[in-house]
């Protein structure tokens, strides 16, 4: 049924597949690798600053107020760190996810022709086989396409639960960086 250069074509496109699906994970490295060194780098500068700071205090008042001053910042970069990692994950996933999408339609586009080039070459009697293959094809499909939904969906629940407890963890310090000025 299948030729040699249907079988070396579909060799040749996996190994593309793979390829690109292992660049795009190095794209993603690539991401966290440099914000991992713009963090890394910005604390650097801060935490020279901020020991200047400590160092330059007088009294305990001015001290609280200055870890008062730092509280709501650090939180504030936390959330923003961890924004830019699931923003990067995502896209990666999304990237990975596009690719797979778009080569399982493909094979699935290819083992249909070949059940039709089976049907049609199939002795005579066999209608009801073909008939049940043909189903269980479109079954799989469909339950394929379902698990592809219900991803979707919890993805996008992890992400609006995500982006809620962020803005929350971020309320909570700003209250309370705002409580300790007014206590100092």
């Known amino acids: 049924m299948l030729t040699t250069e249907q079988i070396m074509a579909s060799h040749k496109a996996n190994v593309e597949t793979l390829f690109g699906l292992t660049n795009k994970a190095f794209e993603g490295v690539e991401k966290l690798v440099e914000l991992n060194l713009q963090v890394a780098r910005t604390a ?10 400590a160092l330059s205090v007088k009294d305990a008042q001015e001290l609280m107020a200055l870890q008062a001053s730092m509280l709501q910042p650090a939180a504030e970069k936390a959330a923003a760190y961890s924004r830019h990692l699931y923003d990067i994950a995502a896209s990666t996933g999304a990237e990975v996810t596009k690719v797979a999408e778009s080569t399982t339609a493909d094979a699935q586009k290819k083992f249909m022709a070949v059940v039709d080039t089976a049907a049609k070459n199939a002795p ?56 300790a000025k007014r206590a100092a």
Request: aromatic letters at 4%; glycine letters at 4%; hydrophobic letters at 50%.
């Open 124 to 179: 005579a009697g066999s209608e009801n086989v073909v008939a049940l293959m043909k189903s269980a094809v479109a079954a799989a499909n469909n339950a394929f396409d379902g698990v592809q939904k219900a991803t979707k969906q919890a993805a996008d629940v992890a992400e609006a639960n995500f982006q809620a407890l962020t803005s929350t963890a971020v309320k909570a310090t700003q209250q309370a960086a705002a409580k």
């Open 44 to 53: 650097l500068t801060e935490a020279a600053a901020s020991t200047k700071a």
